[in-house]
Every structure is written in structure tokens, then in C-alpha cells.
């Protein structure tokens, strides 16, 4: 099960916002406030926030897929 706070925090701990990690991923802020809300990234978003993030694979799995 997706785990919005989890990314919401990590995202922070990057020293980073949503809208800049939207902007990095190609995203608008806002749909990538909508995606959050609606727990529906795509795989292909998943890779992108993940590289941007630099998150481990445990942590992408624990995020995502948790």
C-alpha cells in the first residue's frame, strides 16, 4: 500500500518540496498533489521519484509498494 506521509517525509528529509521533485520529474505540482491524494503514481513515476530522491530500493518498496 502506498505510503503518502512516508514520501511526503522523505521528500522533506531531501530538503526538497513537492513542487520542486514535481518540476525535477517533469510533473505539474498540482497533478502531482492530485497523484499523492489518489495514491496513483505510475511505475514509470515511481523510477523517477525514486532516482530523484535517491531512495534504496527497500525504501522505494517500503513507500510504494509497502
Known amino acids: 500500500m502506498f505510503?503518502?506521509?512516508?514520501?511526503?517525509?522523505?521528500?522533506?528529509?531531501?530538503?526538497?518540496?513537492?513542487?520542486t521533485i514535481s518540476q525535477k520529474i517533469g510533473m505539474n505540482a498540482t497533478t502531482f498533489y492530485r497523484k499523492l491524494s489518489k495514491k496513483s503514481f505510475?511505475?514509470?513515476?515511481?523510477?523517477?521519484i525514486t532516482t530523484e530522491?535517491?531512495?534504496?530500493?527497500?525504501?522505494?518498496?517500503?513507500i510504494f509498494f509497502g
Open 42 to 48: 505510475s511505475l514509470m513515476e515511481v523510477e523517477k
Open 53 to 62: 530522491l535517491k531512495l534504496t530500493s527497500d525504501e522505494a518498496r517500503d
Open 3 to 19: 505510503q503518502a506521509n512516508k514520501l511526503k517525509g522523505k521528500i522533506c528529509e531531501k530538503g526538497l518540496t513537492i513542487a
